[in-house]
């Protein structure tokens, strides 16, 4: 643990007490990301923001096929959820694109091949949160957020007064800054998975890759991470591309979904042209029906085999 100083960020608070209300709107406060990194960790600039390129892409552990020959193109700026059964190779194509696991095929962001990317230049491009981080319980947030500065600081380097910046930025932005000096185990579990999502952040890339990024959260925290998401992407043209079990959520925020089961594309559209009945029904074996909401939204809801009863 360091016990980093951080520079004094100066923000107005809606005055609540608790913070929620003022998470996402004050999503537009990090510095802009604009033009290039050069990789020589001096943290000005990012890298273009990159549309993402699957072709034939499959992946195998142990010689079992998990993801099949799956082609799709994510566009730039877009949110992008995808759904599946499980066993569906949801997470396996999250890693894939991450340059976590091996694969056969061709996955490129912004033209770029990720398999030609060495591990600094493919962390400046793409965050990945996992949907059960390691956290070491004795690190201090504050250290943990910073660990996303790591592909800016040199080799037997350190953090510049930038990267500490950076960190209380995303401190702020996140509702952490008053549990900066507290270790990660001394956390709820809705604090840590924005703690998780803050080191994403402070990665400063174009792409986010998120997988179940609601898990074990209550309904309150769910809306509050989503539109927290949901306003970065809008403001600096963020790519997302989501893993979500949720089919509601996934239709009210993400602009595209793209189904998969087996490891293999079924349909890729926007909300209201892959969640239908039958398609629900012949993907995941579940009766449902879809509503929609008074905003247009998608609203997915279990049918129940027998009735209740009074």
């Known amino acids: 643990m360091t016990g980093m100083k951080l520079p004094s960020v100066s923000r107005s608070r809606d005055g609540a007490g608790n913070g929620h209300g003022a998470i996402s709107r004050r999503a537009t406060e990090l510095s ?23 072709a034939a892409v499959s992946v195998a552990y142990d010689g079992r096929p998990v993801v099949r020959d799956l082609s799709a193109r994510l566009p730039e700026g877009a949110w992008v959820a995808l759904i599946g059964p499980n066993g569906a190779g949801k997470t396996t194509l999250l890693r894939a694109i991450a340059g976590l696991v091996p694969h056969v095929g061709r996955i490129s962001i912004g033209g770029t091949p990720v398999a030609s990317m060495d591990r600094r230049r493919l962390s400046q491009t793409v965050a990945y949160v996992p949907q059960r981080p390691a956290v070491p319980e004795r690190l201090l947030v504050a250290d943990y957020v910073l660990l996303g500065r790591t592909p800016y600081i040199p080799y037997l380097g350190t953090e ?15 509702d952490l800054a008053e549990l ?28 986010l890759l998120l997988d179940e990024p609601t898990a074990a959260l209550d309904v309150g925290h769910q809306q509050q991470v989503l539109e927290l998401i949901d306003a970065l992407r809008r403001e600096r043209g963020l790519t997302v591309v989501s893993a979500m079990h949720d089919l509601t959520l996934a239709g009210q925020f993400a602009e595209r979904l793209l189904l998969l089961a087996e490891g293999r594309a079924v349909t890729e559209g926007p909300p209201k042209g892959v969640l239908t009945e039958r398609l629900v029904r012949e993907a995941y074996g579940a009766r449902v029906t879809i509503l929609e909401d008074h905003r247009g939204g998608v609203v997915v809801v279990p049918n129940r085999e027998t009735p209740t009863t009074a």
């Open 180 to 207: 900066a000096d507290r270790p990660l185990g001394s956390l709820s579990g809705g604090e840590i998975q924005r703690a998780v999502l803050g080191r994403a952040l402070a990665q400063e890339t174009p792409v």
């Open 160 to 174: 510049t007064r930038r990267d500490r910046q950076v960190v209380a930025e995303v401190l702020d932005l996140l």
């Open 32 to 54: 802009p990301l604009s033009a290039s990194r050069d990789g020589s960790g001096d943290g000005h600039g990012v890298v273009a923001r990159p549309a993402i390129e699957l």
